[in-house]
């Protein structure tokens, strides 16, 4: 095993234990491990019922503290439906009912609007905005869809995006000969090789993380590249078989393979049909898209 397969698999079994030590996980842009939300939330009583009913929903935040998590609860709230389109939020109401401060909601107000599930406007205040008006390309969206109400329509939006998006990157990356981006992206197949040998999970999803993006980032378009997350925040929530990232085994992995040596070939034609392959091992995805041609 080389040495970035040991030091991958060692920090994944940390993380899930909760083990691990400082800076070991940062070496790596994986979003963290869904957990469970941690902000106190006291039973509403009284008006605007709705705002209480906050499940404790398995999906990370990406900030930290109080600030990341409410936004993470406030976030799941709106797209899950709870608060409906044009519902007032108002800020005092909502730390008193969190027990935050008013900075803390103020700070948190601003995320959401900016991924576009609010407004605020002078005398008018904080308001949910429309589905039409939210970052849907967003990270934390594509989380919070995929946990919630929307989670069937999610995960096949994401499936048919992922296949408009990764064989035309591996296409693309087959032109840009760098050996040192050929032996990372080997290096994933082989920690996701000895992952899957010693069934871990949590070790083979990150090693396919850092495939699937990296091999976008290489690509050389970066418009391509900006939508790297969104691959990344596709193989974090797939909670059902949608694609061959979806679950260790050997024809994922063998596909994964593939793409490596037509990569390393200059081959762009083989490393697109391999990407289309991986992206329809399981029969589900045929309902989303056509068959793999071979050129």
Same mark, same amino acid.
């Not at 994986?30 to 957990?35: D, G, I, Q, W």
């Not at 709106?78 to 800020?91: F, K, T």
């Not at 290096?187 to 091999?215: K, W």
């Given at each position: 095993m080389s040495t970035l397969a040991h030091t991958m698999m060692t920090a994944a079994r940390s993380a899930d234990s909760g083990?691990?030590?400082?800076?070991?996980?940062?070496?790596?842009?994986?979003?963290?491990?869904?957990?469970?939300?941690?902000?106190?939330?006291?039973?509403?009583?009284?008006?605007?019922?709705?705002?209480?009913?906050?499940?404790?929903?398995?999906?990370?935040?990406?900030?930290?503290?109080?600030?990341?998590?409410? #936004?993470?609860?406030? +976030?799941?709230?709106?797209?899950? %439906? *709870?608060?409906?389109?044009?519902?007032?939020?108002?800020? $005092?109401?909502?730390?008193?009912?969190?027990?935050?401060s008013r900075t803390v909601v103020r700070e948190s107000l601003r995320v959401l609007e900016a991924k576009g599930l609010v407004s605020a406007r002078p005398n008018v205040g904080t308001r949910v905005r429309p589905v039409s008006d939210w970052n849907l390309l967003d990270p934390d969206i594509i989380e919070w869809r995929a946990f919630g109400p929307q989670r069937d329509d999610q995960r096949r939006e994401l499936s048919e995006l992922r296949w408009t998006i990764e064989p035309l990157a591996a296409r693309l990356a087959a032109g840009h000969g760098r050996e040192d981006v050929q032996q990372?992206?080997?290096?994933? #197949?082989?920690?996701? +090789?000895?992952?899957?040998?010693? %069934? *871990?999970?949590?070790?083979?999803?990150?090693?396919?993380? $850092?495939?699937?993006?990296?091999?976008i980032q290489v690509a050389g378009n970066r418009m391509l590249e900006h939508l790297s997350g969104i691959v990344s925040a596709a193989l974090q929530v797939s909670g059902s078989p949608v694609t061959g990232c979806d679950r260790p085994n050997e024809t994922s992995l063998g596909y994964h393979g593939r793409i490596c040596d037509a990569l390393a070939a200059g081959d762009g034609t083989a490393a697109e049909v391999a990407m289309r392959q991986l992206l329809t091992v399981h029969p589900e995805v045929e309902r989303v898209v056509p068959a793999p041609r071979e050129h």
């Open positions: 083990l691990a030590s400082p800076g070991e996980l940062d070496r790596y842009p994986y979003a963290e491990a869904p957990a469970v939300d941690r902000v106190g939330i006291p039973a509403w009583d009284g008006g605007d019922p709705e705002l209480g009913r906050v499940g404790r929903r398995a999906a990370g935040s990406r900030g930290r503290g109080l600030h990341g998590q409410l #936004v993470q609860q406030l +976030g799941q709230m709106i797209v899950s %439906g *709870d608060l409906g389109a044009d519902r007032p939020l108002v800020p $005092e109401e909502i730390g008193q009912r969190f027990e935050v990372r992206l080997a290096d994933m #197949v082989e920690i996701m +090789g000895h992952a899957m040998a010693q %069934g *871990d999970a949590l070790t083979f999803s990150r090693a396919d993380s $850092e495939f699937h993006s990296l091999l």
